[in-house]
């Protein structure tokens, strides 16, 4: 047994929580979280009884599950910091960092970077525009930026 089974049994058993936590809920407002639990927990069921009958990994396999996992580290560390950003920054510095982050750990080349910054820099300029002026959806600013 490695160590994907025992996190899928303890999000497993966490799902079970939550779906035995909304029972107490209303029935218009718990019908969601029940219907998305029950397909959470059918998928996770699933996918722990397919690694349970799953025959040992050979080093090809063990080498692609490592880059995956690589993979997955680098972008939850530009999550990270884009979310630390957004609140030292606010959600416009936040979206800006979370492109470029996201953009450089793809494979874009530094000598592009002029071109990324310029994308996230425009793509940031469109959700300040259509959501800040042209829907009025209030901006999360950061402890350090206001405007």
Not at 19 to 39: A, D, H, K, T
Not at 80 to 96: D, E, H, R, W, Y
Not at 125 to 131: D, E, G, N, P, T
Request: proline fraction near 2%; charged fraction near 15%; charge should be positive.
């Amino acid at each position: 047994m490695n160590l994907d089974f025992f996190f899928q049994g303890g999000l497993i058993f966490f799902i079970v929580f939550l779906l035995w936590e909304s029972r107490n809920y209303p029935f218009e407002s718990g019908i969601y979280p029940q219907m998305v639990g029950v397909i959470t927990l059918t998928l996770l069921l699933y996918l722990w009884v397919s690694n349970l009958r799953k025959k040992r990994e050979d080093k090809r396999e063990l080498r692609e599950n490592r880059l995956q996992r690589n993979g997955f580290l680098k972008i939850s560390l530009v999550t990270v910091i884009a979310t630390l950003l957004g609140f030292l920054g606010g959600f416009l510095l936040s979206v800006l960092c979370y492109y470029v982050g996201y953009a450089l750990l793809q494979g874009q080349r530094r000598s592009g970077l002029r071109h990324t910054l310029g994308v996230g820099v425009a793509l940031t300029a469109f959700f300040y525009i259509l959501f800040g002026w042209f829907m009025n959806v209030p901006m999360f600013e950061g402890w350090l930026v206001h405007f």
